[in-house]
């Protein structure tokens, strides 16, 4: 059998970074930049105030105080998306607002809480320096800066800079179509009529939801039954996929069919931890495939070890899914065997703010109410020694 390792290594591989397209910068959240984003304008474009007041020269309020004010003459003013024409005279100054162009011949910004308005003038009860609340011109930015990198995952803040540089539209990465097919007789999806012997399915939506929560599209295929022929026709709706995910029928009993049902290009079989042991790595025709085993929680953390990185992979982005970190045990663990364990646990913080895993005590792969109530994964490798609580495990949060 295959370490973890490797097999997520020869997973990896076998995907490429799907091509760009464009869209509007208002619908580019979550998605990842195909290229560099240049700043087209100068941010801001000319000096500007930073607060409500006036716009003064310094040498003129440079012996102004509270006992003794300087009174000035107010010449117009400059509101955002405005502008005062001429340039301040010794002894004059301009009204201005927050995000105004600081005038011609004015050096500092005096607020308006530290002055008194009259008629046409206005007393200034404080000295301010030079560049006092002035926003120097390309204080954010200029024209030619590249300030978004591809590969970048684009938040909100992301998404309001590329506006602020002017861009309607962005080049990021086609997200990837990944067909996920469940396998069984016994499946029914949820709100079907059940029979004696059905189970309701839960791999394929809790599947669907992790594509998506990694920046894939998902396509539910109908749920194909135990036999060679249904298996077949529903599989033919993986074609023009980028990624096609299987659940159940990837062990060795009769009617586990995947492998000889379906005319696969296998790369392996079987891989050495648990939950998760039957994988399959491999292609239908032109697509990719990766089968994962049909118990829930199998399924669902050789989601996040196996499907997420490919799906990060076609993005761009470094496969890493959630990164490896470091807590404390919170229980006694046996010694391992052969097989990479990941254990379902809380996590919490002891008295001195420590991380603390505490693994369930019973880790059966059925078991989905104990794997959403996890907070984390506790990694267990093979022939691990007898562990102790407090001593340190490595975990993977989900």
């Known amino acids: 059998m295959l370490s973890v390792e490797d097999a997520l290594a020869r997973i990896v591989a076998g995907f490429d970074t799907l091509a760009a397209e464009q869209v509007a910068v208002t619908e580019a959240t979550g998605r990842v930049l195909a ?7 100068t941010q801001p474009p000319a000096g500007v105030s930073a607060m409500d007041g006036y716009a003064v020269r310094a040498a003129d309020v440079a012996a102004a105080s509270a006992d003794a004010p300087v009174t000035l003459a107010v010449v117009g003013e400059a509101p955002a998306g405005g502008a005062h024409d001429g340039t301040l005279a010794a002894g004059e100054v301009v009204r201005i607002f927050t995000g105004g162009p600081v005038p011609a011949g004015a050096d500092a910004i005096v607020i308006q809480e530290d002055t008194e ?9 404080v000295a301010v320096p030079e560049g006092h609340y002035i926003r120097p011109k390309g204080l954010d930015f200029s024209t030619g800066d590249i300030l978004l990198e591809a590969g970048r995952l684009l938040g909100p803040a992301d998404i309001g800079l590329a506006a602020a540089m002017n861009h309607p539209w962005l080049a990021v990465r086609r997200k990837p179509r990944v067909a996920i097919l469940a396998t069984g007789d016994e499946i029914a999806m949820p709100g079907d009529p059940l029979g004696p012997n059905h189970i309701v ?9 992790l594509v998506r929560e990694s920046g894939g599209i998902p396509h539910l295929l109908e749920i194909a039954g135990d036999t060679e022929e249904a298996l077949r026709k529903v599989a033919e709706g993986a074609r023009g996929m980028d990624l096609l995910v299987t659940t159940g029928g990837a062990s060795v009993g009769d009617r586990d069919l995947v492998r000889s049902a379906l005319d696969l290009d296998i790369d392996f079989w079987k891989v050495a931890m648990r939950p998760g042991k039957p ?13 994962v085993p049909g118990n829930p929680v199998s399924s669902l953390v050789c989601g996040v070890i196996y499907v997420r990185p490919a799906i990060r992979r076609m993005l761009g982005l470094d496969p890493a899914t959630v990164p490896e970190e470091a807590a404390l045990l919170g229980r006694d663990l046996p010694a391992n065997d052969r097989r990479q364990d990941y254990l379902r646990a809380t996590l919490a913080p002891d008295e001195s703010g420590h991380s603390v895993a505490t693994p369930f005590g019973r880790q059966d792969s059925s078991m989905l109410s104990r794997l959403a109530r996890a907070d984390c994964l506790v990694i267990r490798p093979p022939e691990a020694a007898v562990a102790k609580a407090g001593d340190t495990v490595r975990i993977i949060r989900i």
């Open 279 to 291: 994988l399959i790595f491999g292609r239908l025709g032109d697509t990719p495939m990766i089968g």
């Open 35 to 41: 290229s560099d984003v240049a700043a087209r304008v």
């Open 201 to 209: 399915s839960s791999n394929g939506p809790a599947l669907a939801a």
């Open 117 to 125: 308005a009259g008629e046409g003038s206005v007393s200034i009860r």
